[in-house]
């Protein structure tokens, strides 16, 4: 009789438990904002979870390539607005300055040229 309770407790489904374990594999994608050397989302590619206030040590990606101002489209998958400054932070200062571009949360832009930054971020600001 017991086999038969036990039996029937194993089939039963909890409310909810594939939510939690959607939850819990969502929680861990890690939101990235890429930038890449090329329109159209093309050539070397890097990516950012963070402030970087100066891309001159930066590498794209599988390269000894920098990343200063050398980025033509980016892709923002944050939840924040990230701004790219042309200018990096001097050594000492916490400010970029320059020109500027801002990245919408969950938003695109395959060609810089078309807003004047083509070629020139050297500092990303999360905001």
Known sequence: ????????IAGVAVPGSAAIAQ????????ERFWVFENDNFGGGR???TGTDR????????GTSRSVSDGTSS????????VVLYANRAEPGETNCTGGQY???PWTADSDLSNNNFDNRADCAVFR
Do not use: C, H
């Not at 009789?1 to 029937?8: D, R, V």
């Not at 939850?23 to 890690?30: D, G, K, P, Y």
């Not at 100066?54 to 990606?61: L, S």
């Not at 980016?74 to 607005?81: A, I, K, L, M, P």
């Open 1 to 8: 009789m017991l086999g038969a309770i036990a039996l029937g």
């Open 74 to 81: 980016v892709d923002n998958n944050t939840s924040r607005f």
């Open 102 to 104: 801002t990245s919408q």
């Open 54 to 61: 100066n891309f001159e040590n930066d590498e794209w990606d």
């Open 23 to 30: 939850t819990s594999a969502e929680s861990a994608v890690v």
């Open 46 to 48: 890097k990516s950012y």
